[in-house]
C-alpha cells in the first residue's frame, strides 16, 4: 500500500440520495477514510457511485474504499472485508500492491492467521458497542477487547474500530490504543456531517 492512510475518522456510508454532499461535507471536516457501504447496489450501481465519490476524496487527500465487492474497488482505492468475505489474501492478490485492504476482526483467533495480516493495512475491531445499525453484528469487543487487539499488533498494523461510536466515546477508543474510529450514524445521521467529522477528529485527536 502506497497511499497515506488517514485512518483518525474513518466515515462508512449508509445508502441516501444525498450520499455525496453527506461524504463531501465529512470530508470537509477532517474524514480521511471513506468506505462505500450498500448491501443491496450491485457491483455496476457500486462502480457508479465510485466514479462519482473518488474524484471528491481525491480532492481532499481522502481514501475511498469499498465494502465487500472486489470488482467495484478495483475502480476505488481498496476494499474492506470481513471474516465472511473473500479472504484479505485474495483481496490482495486481486487488487494488487497498491490497493488498501482492510479486515474486521470479530474473534481473537483471527490474529493467527498470519497471511491475512500481511495481506492487510489495518484491522477494524468489530463492533465495539452494540449498535441499531447493525444489529446482526457479532459480539461487542468492548474497550478491553480494542485494548487486547491493539496489544497483539500495535506496531505492525493500525487499529480502528466501529459500532457505536459517537463524539462522546470517540475519546476512550482512542485512549484504548485505536488509531481511529469508523462511524456510519455519527456522521450520516447528523444534521452537519462537516461539523460531526470535525468533532469527531477532536475527541481523537485532542
Ligand atoms: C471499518 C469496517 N469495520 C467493520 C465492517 C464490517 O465488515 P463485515 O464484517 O464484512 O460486515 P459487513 O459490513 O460486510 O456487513 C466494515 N464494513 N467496515
Ligand atoms: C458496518 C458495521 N460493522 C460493524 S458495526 C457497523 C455499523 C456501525 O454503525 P454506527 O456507527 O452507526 O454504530
Ligand atoms: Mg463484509
Request: proline letters at 7%.
Amino acid at each position: 500500500m502506497s497511499r497515506r492512510l488517514d485512518l483518525a475518522v474513518y466515515l462508512v456510508t449508509t445508502p441516501r440520495p444525498d450520499l455525496e454532499t453527506v461524504v463531501e461535507q465529512a470530508l470537509r471536516g477532517g474524514v480521511g477514510v471513506v468506505q462505500l457501504r450498500d448491501k443491496r447496489a450491485s457491483t455496476a450501481q457500486l462502480r457508479s457511485q465510485v466514479a462519482r465519490l473518488r474524484p471528491l476524496c481525491e480532492a481532499h487527500g481522502a481514501t475511498l474504499l469499498v465494502d465487500d465487492d472486489l470488482a467495484a474497488a478495483g475502480l476505488a482505492h481498496g476494499v474492506h472485508v470481513g471474516p465472511d468475505d473473500v479472504h484479505p489474501v485474495d483481496a490482495r492478490l486481486a487488487l494488487g500492491p497498491d490497493a488498501v485492504v482492510g479486515w474486521s476482526l470479530t474473534d481473537l483467533a483471527q490474529l493467527d492467521d498470519e497471511a491475512a495480516l500481511t495481506a492487510c493495512d489495518y484491522l477494524a475491531v468489530s463492533p465495539v458497542w452494540p449498535t441499531p445499525t447493525k444489529p446482526e453484528a457479532d459480539a461487542p469487543w468492548g474497550l478491553e477487547g480494542v485494548r487486547a487487539v491493539v496489544a497483539r499488533v500495535a506496531g505492525r498494523l493500525p487499529v480502528v474500530a466501529i459500532g457505536g461510536i459517537d463524539a462522546q466515546n470517540a475519546g476512550a477508543v482512542a485512549g484504548a490504543g485505536a488509531d481511529g474510529v469508523c462511524v456510519v450514524s455519527a456522521i450520516c445521521a447528523s444534521q452537519d456531517p462537516r461539523a460531526a467529522a470535525a468533532a469527531l477528529r477532536v475527541a481523537v485527536n485532542p
